[in-house]
């Protein structure tokens, strides 16, 4: 197992920046940054500060649905990238939290299912 800092983006899916998805600049950011990986998820379903709820069953399948945008690397590595998120001007909720890297196998072999 290894230490690891995890930095979560929740942003409008219809967001922009330049004409490009604030999540698709955000990956690349992420990328150009050298960190180790970034995913991004669409939500199906939720609200935020409008309090509005936007859902993606087939009747609302329009809706502006929340995108959440995971990276995970050393918390080194994410200090590092926040002053270029920050100059991103993203509007969304950012989160951090340290989590344990498990990699294949590792329970495994210490005995664990």
């Known amino acids: 197992m290894t230490n690891a800092r995890r930095l979560s983006i929740v942003v409008d899916e219809d967001a922009v920046i330049e004409n490009r998805p604030v999540y698709t600049r955000i990956v690349n ?20 500060a409008t ?4 859902t ?10 929340p995108v959440l945008i ?12 926040l002053p270029r ?5 993203v509007r969304g909720i950012v989160t951090m939290d340290d989590v344990e890297v498990v990699l294949p196998g590792a329970l495994r072999e210490r005995g664990q299912s």
């Open 51 to 54: 309090r509005r709820v936007h």
């Open 70 to 81: 995971v990276i995970i690397d050393t918390a080194d590595a994410i200090e590092q990238f």
């Open 56 to 65: 993606s069953r087939l009747l609302s399948v329009s809706e502006n649905m």
């Open 85 to 89: 998120l920050g100059m991103l001007g």
């Open 29 to 48: 950011l992420a990328y150009e940054a050298g960190l180790s990986g970034a995913s991004v998820f669409r939500g199906i379903e939720g609200f935020g």
